[in-house]
């Protein structure tokens, strides 16, 4: 059974960074690319960003380059999110997601089959 483990949310103020973790489990790690999508309420999700299984590739969305920053722990079975200056704009419920297709400038929800519960992440301006 796969099972994907969010872990670091919660509130920070504006501007403070905050770094966002999920282990997986059940699932041999480096034949998935990982990756996060975030929603708000009443929105659809929303890609953040992923990273290839094993060859250091990472893409991020458009809106969050320069400022989001993705990695992976192959060792581990851990893929990291690091939120750089975030605002209120990010606040989220954040999910974890695994699957087999690597997009290199976007993702979509249906290329990801696994998804985590989800973590909050609350940003205080």
């Known amino acids: 059974q796969v099972q994907l483990v969010e872990s670091g949310g919660g509130l920070v103020q504006a501007g403070d960074s905050l770094t966002l973790s999920c282990a997986a489990s059940?699932?041999?790690?480096?034949?998935?690319?990982m990756g996060w999508f975030r929603q708000t309420p009443g929105k659809e999700r929303e890609f953040v960003a992923n990273?290839?299984?094993?060859?250091?590739?990472?893409t991020i969305a458009e809106s969050l380059r320069g400022r989001f920053t993705v990695s992976r722990d192959n060792a581990k079975n851990t893929v990291y999110l690091v939120m750089n200056r975030p605002g209120p704009e990010d606040t989220a419920v954040y999910y974890c997601?695994?699957?087999?297709?690597?997009?290199?400038?976007?993702?979509?929800?249906?290329?990801?089959?696994?998804w985590g519960q989800g973590t909050q992440v609350t940003v205080s301006s």
């Open positions: 990273a290839k299984w094993n060859e250091g590739k990472t």
């Open positions: 059940g699932l041999k790690f480096t034949d998935y690319a």
């Open positions: 997601v695994a699957g087999t297709i690597f997009r290199p400038n976007t993702a979509l929800m249906e290329d990801f089959p696994y």
